[in-house]
């Protein structure tokens, strides 16, 4: 099949999205990578993108012809080169063989095609701050800004030689999901607490532009006759200053800001163990305006707008702990941020309409019922409980706050809760047992064994801070894998720790209430236990025992799990 487009870098973050907007609007495309591209047509198939005209060319830059085939390209008309090198603390020779000699590769083979119509190259917003005719500094900027410089420069030289017709795109920091690189490490240190100074302080222009409205941008250039031979920079004017930025991601993750600043003078001469901020980085910690009226008019003579920046901030950041930045798997489903009675809360889920609510226990997040969720035949809401998974703390009462997460919900949904949320749900249930078609409490800590007492100190503290993600495996019951490593992350940010000690006590101190509480219920209501963890207390309430699982049955067994909640909801119905 011909193509008409070929992408360079077609597996990266910006190049899997600009294959995915070029097939979205009609174009052949020939996606270039240096694997077998398997990770590529797997992404495009989870955004639900139709892969009829694709093709999949392996190809390395890095070497003269690019090591592509001679035959089934000679159709192409445009050629995007978003292969980059973009990481700090590399040599220069890494990164020159991608961003310079690599790029110059391109425009070179670009040049013999016979219906070629333009290169679209991509290389950065600071390519304004070296445009003063000054050679690369590898040595002050770094390797990945200094390479970039001369891989602008080397592009534009070898296209004039050869008369290609050359678009040069010159983003921001470009944000959406998958974006883990450069801005998203302030965010990061932000979420887990780690941003005590806020680094440049005052006038600091960050500036950023989404994926979405770049890669439109890019399908866009050669369109335009009258891009050719023009640079443009792709950003957003009005992205906040770096003080009010962090203190809009602050306010959404509901984490504090840090309230002092580093000037950039001192940084540069601060040892990296105090800042713990790379060099390379410090370069684009800038006041820095850029003219963005090109890129502006082509947008708007194409119909192209961008989204509402802190809109699009907040959304990322949404993105970024949905991956714990890139250390987990997505969460499922609509994610995000809400507040529930004055908290900021993570909720995944139907926020309106559920079947289950589904609450976890300790240590745990509402990742802990993605597998139970796959199962089950209604839509179901999941939050992490204030203070704990990613959700922030709060000063309401986690019955308090229960309250205010089903203020929404339009249906009687199964209300599910695990280990130390059968509390808070048993009381909800009790206060408003018509709220709800069924109550069904999984491992509840208190009819089980009493919590140790060293569990219950503060000693315990530290302990926890510092738990690998193996050994969480192991306290928990479970394999080593992604499911532990997420909940260590989560463990690590500021305050966790003390809070899962706090709770504990407060749990072991109302265990005589709950049972209390369980005998007098007027709902229907089932307890659900591994056969390796059962209940230490008698109750007259029907248990259901699952063989081989211990105390978190919904991740061991979740189709287990899954059939017994669907049989309760069943069960309800039929009432």
């Known amino acids: 099949m011909l193509s008409d487009s070929i992408v360079f870098g077609a597996g990266g973050f910006i190049g899997r999205s600009l294959v995915a907007e070029l097939l979205r609007g009609g174009h052949r495309v020939a996606a270039a990578v240096r694997g077998s591209g398997d990770g590529l047509t797997a992404w495009l198939d989870g955004q639900g993108i139709d892969r009829t005209a694709l093709t999949v060319v392996r190809a390395d830059i890095t070497a003269p012809g690019l090591g592509l085939p001679e035959d089934g390209l000679s159709g192409i008309r445009d050629v995007y080169n978003t292969a980059a090198r973009f990481a700090f603390g590399i040599t220069a020779a890494e990164a020159r063989a991608v961003n310079v000699t690599g790029a110059v590769h391109v425009v070179s083979w670009a040049a013999g095609l016979p219906k070629l119509r333009r290169v679209v190259h991509i290389s950065g917003y600071r390519m304004a701050a070296a445009a003063d005719g000054r050679p690369p500094d590898y040595r002050r900027q770094g390797a990945y800004e200094a390479s970039k410089q001369e891989g602008d420069t080397a592009v534009r030289e070898r296209a004039r030689e050869l008369g290609v017709p050359l678009s040069i795109a010159n983003p921001s920091t470009v944000i959406g999901p998958g974006q883990y690189l450069g801005l998203a490490e302030v965010v990061s240190g932000l979420w887990q607490g780690r941003l005590r100074a806020l680094p440049g302080g005052p006038g600091i222009f960050l500036p950023v532009v989404t994926l979405d409205h770049f890669v439109r941008f890019l399908a866009a250039l050669p369109q335009d006759p009258g891009s050719a031979g023009r640079t443009y920079w792709v950003l957003d004017d009005s992205t906040p200053e770096l003080p009010a930025l962090v203190g809009l991601l602050a306010a959404h993750m509901g984490v504090r800001p840090p309230r002092r600043s580093i000037p950039v003078g001192l940084l540069r001469r601060l040892p990296r163990a105090i800042t713990r901020a790379d060099p390379e980085t410090l370069s684009f910690l800038s ?287 039929a009432r």
């Open 287 to 573: 006041a820095d305006r850029y003219d963005t009226a090109a890129a502006r008019a082509l947008s708007a003579a194409h119909g192209l707008s961008m989204a509402p920046v802190q809109a699009a901030l907040r959304q990322w950041a949404d993105d970024l702990v949905a991956t714990r930045f890139g250390r987990s798997a997505r969460s499922r489903g609509p994610y995000g941020f809400h507040s529930v009675a004055g908290t900021r809360t993570w909720v995944t889920g139907e926020r309106r309409r559920p079947g289950y609510v589904l609450l976890h226990g300790l240590l745990l997040s509402a990742d802990a019922w993605a597998g139970t969720a796959d199962h089950l035949d209604a839509p179901v809401l999941a939050p992490d409980l204030p203070g704990f998974g990613r959700s922030g703390a709060g000063e309401a009462s986690l019955d308090d706050w229960l309250g205010d997460l089903l203020r929404p919900v339009e249906t009687r949904p199964v209300l599910v809760a695990h280990s130390l949320a059968c509390g808070p749900a048993l009381r909800c249930a009790a206060a408003r047992p018509d709220r709800f078609a069924a109550l069904v409490l999984v491992a509840p800590a208190f009819l089980q064994r009493p919590s140790a007492a060293s569990l219950r100190s503060p000693l315990a503290v530290p302990l926890l801070r510092a738990a690998s993600a193996a050994r969480l495996a192991r306290s928990l019951g479970l394999p080593e894998g992604p499911g532990p490593d997420a909940l260590a992350l989560d463990l690590r940010r500021a305050g966790t720790s003390r809070r899962v000690v706090a709770a504990v006590r407060d749990a072991h101190r109302q265990r005589a209430e709950l049972r209390r509480v369980l005998r007098e219920l007027r709902m229907p209501v089932d307890i659900v236990v591994g056969s390796a963890d059962p209940l230490a207390e008698p109750v007259e309430t029907p248990v259901t025992v699952i063989e081989a699982a211990g105390h978190c049955p919904q991740l061991t067994h979740p189709a287990a799990v899954a059939r017994l909640l669907t049989s309760c909801r069943d069960r309800a119905a």
